[in-house]
């Protein structure tokens, strides 16, 4: 039995392991514009997934791991911005000498307001609808 405290599933990852899966929502695949800002780090960078929960935000240039980011992002032909909170969950760092297609980092939304998380919650879902009305 190890003496240290079990670890939250909320507590910032390092890349998820191969073949596991810790999302607790479903995602979408999107490639939206995103700002990402710190106290002292200005990032523009791509979404390239989103649930309910977070977003993947694909980058060369991770924020750390925990960092505290006001993210800015609006989807095509929605009338009002998101301006929402999260932290850097877990990151996928660029490796040299191998094939990363996909470096980046993963943003945990935290104080969403329940209008902020209807508005998520209905985008992804509209998204989903018309992707599979089109197939």
Partial sequence: MSDSP?????????????GSERRGADRIEVMWSVDCETDDTFLYASI?????????????DPLELGAQ?????APPASTEAFVLRGHVQWINPVRLLSENRNPGMGILFHGLTAD???????????IAYVRD???
């Fill in 6 to 18: 079990p670890r939250s599933s909320n507590s910032p990852q390092s890349e998820p392991a191969p």
């Fill in 48 to 60: 390239t997934n989103i649930s309910e929960m977070g977003i993947f935000v694909s980058t060369r």
């Fill in 116 to 126: 902020d998380r209807e508005r998520i919650v209905e985008l992804i879902r509209t």
């Fill in 133 to 135: 009305s089109a197939n």
């Fill in 69 to 73: 980011v006001r993210l800015r992002f």
